[in-house]
């Protein structure tokens, strides 16, 4: 029985992968509780020649190659063939502590959870600025988990049961920035049993040129913007309480926030560009019913660069 199935796309990360894959081929219980799921996403560099020396005849090992086609299918192809009990997506230029995979069983062990929260570190030894109001091994409903605190999207900081996984349905968005912006308030929302761990187990690698800090910053924007409407699909779809939906709009008008994040760093073409697919109604409601007043001058700010359409929404 696999308790543990990790799951690492790889992909233009050769100064960083062998760090990633020994820190976990290294860590206490890997050999008898885990297989380690590596998905070449069409790397052109030496990354996989790096992984291969590493893995070779490892029995809990497997490899899969395929071409490019972005982080999300990535993850999707490793989630499809791991037998693991519980998942969890590692990125291939991050780290995990030493102990990370003892600490993460145990609580599972224990808990029985839809869903692990754990914490992590950056690679400069900073903590995150964002407060997380959930208790050390207190199991929450995800939509508890959702609303004590404002989550973090990076699905790295989570593990979840294999099962629950698949039987939620979920998937990865294809060719989008931020699909975890989209993916783990999902993710969260239907599980009843959500735990965090507060113990640092990853590593947030802080590196120019990764996926969060290319100069695309026209991409970042509309890719938010989808964000924005398929989470507003699945409120519409999933959110019947007034709470329920007042929590997932919270998710909506942080995407709106980071809509106007990348939107400032553009030139006035594309700034315009950007305007002109903001959902008047849409961002406004979202808005007012999750209760981030602050995000209004944000649109207004947006909308100055087209003319405002107000419309039935």
Not at 12 to 27: A, R, W, Y
Not at 236 to 244: C, D, K, Q, R, W
Not at 272 to 284: A, E, G, K, M, Y
Request: aromatic share 10%.
């Amino acid at each position: 029985m696999i308790s543990l199935s990790i799951v690492v796309p790889v992909y233009k990360v050769e100064p960083f992968i062998e760090k990633c894959i020994k820190s976990i081929l290294e860590n206490r219980f890997f050999d008898t509780h885990c297989e380690l799921v590596i998905v070449d996403d069409g790397s052109p560099d030496r990354s996989m020649e790096i992984v291969e020396s590493l893995c070779d005849a490892l029995p809990n090992v497997t490899l899969v190659h395929q071409p490019n086609q972005g982080l999300g299918v990535a993850r999707n192809t490793g989630e499809s063939i791991a037998k693991g009990e519980y998942l969890w997506f590692v990125d291939s230029d991050d780290w995990l502590l030493a102990g990370a995979i003892e600490k993460i069983l145990t609580i599972i062990t224990e808990t029985k959870p839809d869903i692990v929260n754990i914490d992590y570190v950056m690679s400069d030894t900073s903590h995150s600025a964002v407060i997380n109001n959930a208790e050390n091994g207190i199991i929450y409903t995800g939509l508890t988990y959702l609303s004590i605190s404002c989550v973090q999207n990076p699905v790295q900081y989570y593990v979840f049961r294999t099962n629950y996984y698949r039987d939620s349905g979920l998937q990865f968005e294809k060719d989008i920035y931020h699909e975890d912006s989209l993916f783990t308030p999902i993710a969260l929302f239907h599980a009843l049993r959500v735990v965090r761990l507060m113990d640092d187990c990853y590593v947030y690698n802080l590196r120019e040129g990764s996926i969060m800090t290319s100069g695309n910053n026209l991409k970042h924007a509309f890719d938010m913007i989808t964000v924005s409407r398929k989470l507003e699909a699945f409120r519409l779809l999933h959110a019947i309480e007034s709470e329920h939906s007042r929590i997932i709009s919270r998710y909506i008008a942080l995407a709106i926030g980071s809509v106007f994040y990348y939107w400032k760093r553009l030139g006035q073409e594309d700034r315009h560009r950007v305007s002109s697919c903001i959902d008047n109604w849409l961002f406004l409601k979202s808005i007012y019913r999750s209760r981030n007043i602050k995000y209004l001058i944000h649109i207004a700010i947006m909308l100055v660069y087209r003319p405002l359409k107000l419309g039935k929404g």
